[in-house]
């Protein structure tokens, strides 16, 4: 299914249904503020596996992302932040970063990868903060990559949907969405560590 939404002004109705689909087990294509994803409920184990079979990806490797409203939100998932990191996070967000911060026990299982981290996003973008906010709690994401040679992600959503309806609920079609990913900063470490250099511009 291809919904079209607002991306100043997300229609409330289109969100709920969005929101509803996701509770349920579903598995959507949304935009962000960096290139479009793939998401689900952070607590649907069964949601998960389908975006990890087809991304190709190893459960037990993958560093998947949540996508959460605030700052708030962010403390329900991650151990406690000092001082230096809290001020880098709200400096940075919302916006096009990835923080990679220390998992707290509440995060499920199998989000959680070797090393105990999650990869936190608050998009500077209606769409997924809407949607965050509809279903009361974070999705998980991971970027969407394209197997074009010339371009590494999707940048359009009717693309996206002629490739993917089969495999997904909902593609949503919030316009175009850029082709570079976020910047990825690892936070678990004595000092802030640019793991990958994206969209965003880090001041650390």
Not at 34 to 56: F, N, P
Not at 140 to 168: C, G, N, P, Q, W
Not at 191 to 202: D, H, L, N, S, T
């Amino acid at each position: 299914m291809l919904v079209s939404v607002n991306p100043d002004n997300p229609d409330s109705r289109k969100i709920r249904q969005v929101a509803e689909i996701l509770a349920k087990d579903g598995v959507i294509i949304y935009p962000t503020d960096t290139v479009y994803a793939l998401g689900c409920d952070i607590h649907s184990a069964a949601a998960l596996e389908r975006i990890a079979r087809i991304r190709r990806l190893d459960l037990r490797d993958a560093l998947f992302s949540i996508i959460c409203a605030d700052l708030s939100q962010v403390s329900e998932y991650v151990l406690p932040l000092d001082n230096a990191v809290f001020r880098l996070l709200k400096k940075h967000l919302p916006g096009p970063f990835t923080f990679i911060l220390k998992a707290a026990g509440n995060v499920p299982k199998a989000l959680r990868n070797r090393k105990k981290t999650v990869g936190i996003r608050i998009p500077n973008h209606p769409i997924p903060l809407a949607i965050v906010a509809e279903l009361g709690r974070p999705i998980l994401t991971t970027s969407l990559k394209s197997e074009d040679e010339i371009l590494e992600y999707f940048v359009d959503a009717e693309d996206i949907h002629d490739d993917f309806r089969k495999m997904v609920d909902v593609v949503i079609d919030g316009g175009p969405c850029g082709n570079i990913p976020s910047t990825l900063v690892d936070c678990t470490g004595n000092e802030p560590e640019v793991i990958r250099m994206g969209a965003g511009q880090p001041d650390l």
